[in-house]
C-alpha cells in the first residue's frame, strides 16, 4: 500500500466496550447484499455492484449504515453480545444497536468507509475524499452554530417569552370567565 494514502481503522468500539471488525470481506458483502433493509429504506442497493447513489445514501442515513454494518458483523456478535445471531436474530440485533452510542456512530462510520475503501481500491480516492469533505463540512456546521450560540439563545427566549405571555393570557380569559 502507497505511503500517501491515510490509514484508517477498520474496527470501532461500542459503548461497552466490544470491539467490532468491520472489515469487508466477499462473504460479508455477500451478507449485506442478502439483507433486507426495507425498514429502514427504499433505495435498493448492493455492496458488491456500488453506485453513486449507494455511497450519497450511506454516508447522510445513520441507520442504514449501522444495519449494514450490523450486516457485515453478525458472525461477531456471539462474541460480542453474547447472543448467536442465528438463534435469535432480533435480540442481537437489538442489542448491538443499544450499544451504538455517539462515539461509537462516529467511529463506525470512520470503520466502514476505510473498509469499503480497502475492499474497492478503485474507487479509494473518491471514498476517502467524500469522507474527508463530510468532515470538514460538519465542523463548518458545528461551528457556525457554535458562533450562532449567542443569537439562537435570544431568539429561544424571545419564543419562551411569547409563550409564556399567551399562556398567561388564556388563564387570565378562564379565570374572567368563571367569575
Do not use: Y
Request: glycine fraction near 6%; charge should be negative.
Amino acid at each position: 500500500m502507497s505511503e500517501d494514502i491515510p490509514q484508517v481503522p477498520r474496527t470501532f468500539t461500542d459503548a461497552k466496550g466490544a470491539i467490532w471488525d468491520v472489515g469487508l470481506t466477499l462473504a460479508s458483502a455477500r451478507r449485506v447484499d442478502a439483507s433486507d433493509f426495507s425498514e429502514i429504506t427504499e433505495t435498493k442497493f448492493s455492496i458488491l455492484k456500488p453506485d453513486r447513489q449507494l455511497f450519497t445514501t450511506l454516508i447522510s442515513d445513520t441507520p442504514l449504515i449501522f444495519a449494514v454494518i450490523w450486516a457485515a458483523c453478525q458472525p461477531q456478535a456471539e462474541i460480542n453480545l453474547g447472543i448467536s445471531p442465528k438463534e435469535d436474530p432480533e435480540g442481537a440485533e437489538a442489542e448491538f444497536l443499544e450499544r451504538i452510542n455517539g462515539s461509537a456512530v462516529e467511529e463506525g462510520r470512520k470503520a466502514f468507509w476505510g473498509a469499503l475503501s480497502d475492499f474497492f481500491p478503485e474507487h479509494r480516492t473518491a471514498l476517502l475524499t467524500l469522507t474527508e469533505n463530510l468532515d470538514k463540512a460538519n465542523r463548518k456546521i458545528g461551528e457556525r452554530i457554535r458562533l450562532m450560540g449567542p443569537e439562537l439563545d435570544n431568539l429561544l427566549e424571545k419564543e419562551i417569552d411569547q409563550e409564556m405571555d399567551k399562556l398567561k393570557d388564556k388563564l387570565k380569559e378562564e379565570v374572567e370567565s368563571e367569575v
